[in-house]
């Protein structure tokens, strides 16, 4: 059941709130509908780089029966991040960084599950695809445990470019994948890194995959063979912190 703090409906309600500078996770919109008032709401989604989906009018009666006029606007729990900013915040205040990106994540449960350990492993940002993808809503941060309002999130357009731009500054890129042949314990992660975690049943795109500096996966002896993605995820994370605390004793030797 969606929360009715959670949204806002009619045209002119969500133009107020997109000027007022709500946070606007999503947008549904009837698919037919036409008309002066519209078009503005258009051009301010263009103009705010919005998430719309274009969808039949009963979709949009089972959020509201209410007057809603075609449009509905869901906001965001958090304030999204931009990577390109979070980036040189993190070089300039000396921070090693660890990021953790999710391809694909459409679970709930999941990200909530993630978003929790990467607060405990000190993950300084989990970055996420604006579509085909998990946002953080009032569900998510109850089963983050609350963790999703300290780990900043960034949603962005393409993930292949935020990839690029994250190798460019100097990080290193680790995919997950059960198809890989290298045990995850063998790759160093003591500097900058990023982990990519894929969809349970898609995994990481080829896309991403190519651009990895490594692909790892965990080793499993049982029948079924898919660890779940928020536990491979924890996993992954601690090996990150297990090396870094060893790196940080040798060093202080």
């Not at 780089?49 to 959020?63: G, T, Y």
């Not at 990106?101 to 996420?128: K, W």
């Not at 500054?169 to 975690?197: C, F, H, M, Q, R």
Request: with cysteine.
């Amino acid at each position: 059941m969606i929360e009715k703090d959670q949204y806002i409906f009619g045209i002119r309600a969500v133009i107020e709130a997109i000027q007022s500078g709500k946070e606007i996770d999503k947008l549904l919109i009837k698919k037919d509908i036409n008309g002066e008032l519209i078009n503005e709401l258009f051009a301010l989604i263009k103009e705010r780089h919005l998430v719309v989906q274009r969808v039949p009018v009963e979709k949009i009666n089972r959020i509201t029966r209410k007057n809603h006029q075609g449009v509905v606007a869901f906001l965001s729990a958090v304030t999204y991040y931009n990577i390109e900013e979070v980036v040189p915040v993190l070089f300039e205040e000396g921070i090693n960084p660890f990021l953790i990106v999710l391809d694909g994540i459409t679970d709930v449960r999941n990200f909530g599950a993630i978003a929790r350990t990467c607060d405990c492993a000190g993950v300084n940002a989990i970055i996420i695809p604006e579509r085909n993808s998990v946002s953080v809503n009032a569900d998510a941060i109850k089963t983050s445990a609350g963790a999703l309002n300290y780990v900043p999130v960034c949603r962005e357009k393409n993930l292949v470019n935020v990839v690029k731009f994250l190798k460019s500054s100097g990080y290193k890129v680790v995919g997950a994948s059960e198809k890989s042949s290298v045990n995850y314990t063998k790759v160093d992660y003591t500097g900058p890194v990023a982990l990519i975690l894929g969809a349970e049943d898609k995994g990481i795109s080829n896309d991403l995959l190519k651009l990895c500096d490594e692909f790892v996966s965990i080793p499993e002896f049982g029948n079924i063979n898919s660890l779940n993605v928020s536990v491979a995820g924890g996993v992954m994370m601690y090996e990150v912190v297990r090396q870094r605390l060893n790196d940080n004793q040798n060093s202080s030797i």
